[in-house]
């Protein structure tokens, strides 16, 4: 049995399939947090790393803390609203997806912020792999297939920052699809890949909206490299 905060971000990691690197970055930190609370050099992180590196690792800050009640009180099942209702048990989604292939790579991050900020966006580099996820049966023969993990909050709660999005650059994508726009270098625009909704395309331009704050903005189609379809969970599961 996990005693201490490391042995369960170890029993977590082993569960999960991914590596201290990885789920460190997926957490939101360096790649060395995890590490280094791991090797004791962070023998007491704060509760809001806990609780990135709980989401990140699929459980509770309750349970790497070793709160045994607090994690029984949250998993208590939820009274029957009328004698109708029937709870339809099954594997926990962590054990069906356990047994899937780590191979979509991470090429890094779709950083969502405004865009008048001029900060948005990340250097898109294909090839340079920072960690991997796993591999959904529809995505099995689509060799193409990548991930990005994405920062800041401009496409929450669609979106949320430190969620990791699996991207099919080979499917069409049709107008209110989350899609991320890569961008050759123009003006101040370094050529970037932008994560949004997809609203319109038009002779000249790809009209994109974000949610934080709601806006919508034009890029022009010479300046556009690629549209690449972000999945959603119905897509992930083969609905």
């Known amino acids: 049995m996990a005693d201490t905060v490391a042995d369960r971000i170890r029993q977590r990691l082993a569960e999960t399939g991914l590596s201290a690197h990885a789920a460190s970055l997926k957490a939101g930190g360096s790649p060395s947090l995890i590490p280094n609370i791991l090797l004791g050099r962070s023998a007491s992180p704060r509760v809001a790393t806990l609780q990135k590196i709980a989401e990140a690792l699929d459980t509770s800050t309750e349970w790497l803390l070793g709160d045994e009640e607090k ?11 009328s004698d109708e209702l029937e709870l339809i048990e099954g594997p926990p989604t962590s054990l069906i997806f356990n047994d899937l292939p780590m191979t979509i790579p991470i090429l890094g991050t779709a950083l969502g912020s405004v865009v008048s900020e001029g900060i948005e966006g990340f250097q898109f580099e294909p090839g340079e792999v920072i960690g991997y996820v796993r591999r959904p049966t529809p995505l099995a023969k689509i ?10 909050d401009s496409m929450d709660p669609m979106h949320p920052p430190n969620q990791v ?7 069409p994508c049709e107008p209110g699809d989350s899609v991320i726009v890569i961008t050759r270098q123009w003006a101040d625009d370094p050529g970037q890949a932008y994560i949004k909704i997809l609203r319109r395309r038009t002779e000249h331009s790809v009209v994109l909206e974000q949610l934080n704050p709601r806006s919508r903005f034009e890029i022009p189609r010479q300046h556009v490299a690629g549209i ?4 959603t969970m119905n897509d992930l599961l083969g609905f």
């Open 71 to 81: 994690v029984a009180a949250t998993v208590q099942t939820p009274a029957m609203a």
């Open 143 to 152: 060799r193409e297939a990548y991930a990005l993990l994405i920062r800041g």
């Open 165 to 171: 999005r699996v991207i099919n650059p080979l499917r």
């Open 228 to 231: 690449h379809y972000v999945l």
